[in-house]
């Protein structure tokens, strides 16, 4: 992310609005705003702060994710391969190894 408009898609896919930025990164809205109108530029510091916010945040939600899969299908390996703990291949070697394929 090194733009205004990296940030703007970033917060688009992770469904962040400028008001929940704000409060995440521990700036205020009308900061935020200034930004996206380009009023302002971030100082460096700010801006490794809201990478670092979003960074939780898009953690946070992938938690939230593999949670919420691990309930609906009663897999923890599912919530695992959300997580990031497998990638697709040892996915598939441990449902070949349960006979779930």
Do not use: C
């Not at 971030?42 to 992938?62: D, G, H, M, T, Y």
């Not at 691990?70 to 070697?93: A, C, Q």
């Amino acid at each position: 992310m090194n733009t205004i408009n990296d940030l703007k898609l970033l917060m688009e896919k992770l469904h962040v609005s400028k008001a929940r930025l704000a409060r995440l990164a521990g700036l205020t809205q009308a900061t935020i705003s200034r930004w996206f109108s380009g009023e302002r530029n971030p100082s460096l510091e700010n801006w490794n702060i809201v990478k670092k916010a979003l960074e939780i945040e898009a953690l946070r939600q992938r938690q939230e994710l593999a949670n919420e899969a691990e309930t609906l299908t009663g897999s923890r390996v599912v919530g695992d391969m959300i997580r990031g703990k497998y990638n697709e291949g040892e996915f598939d070697t441990l449902k070949a190894k349960r006979g779930q394929l």
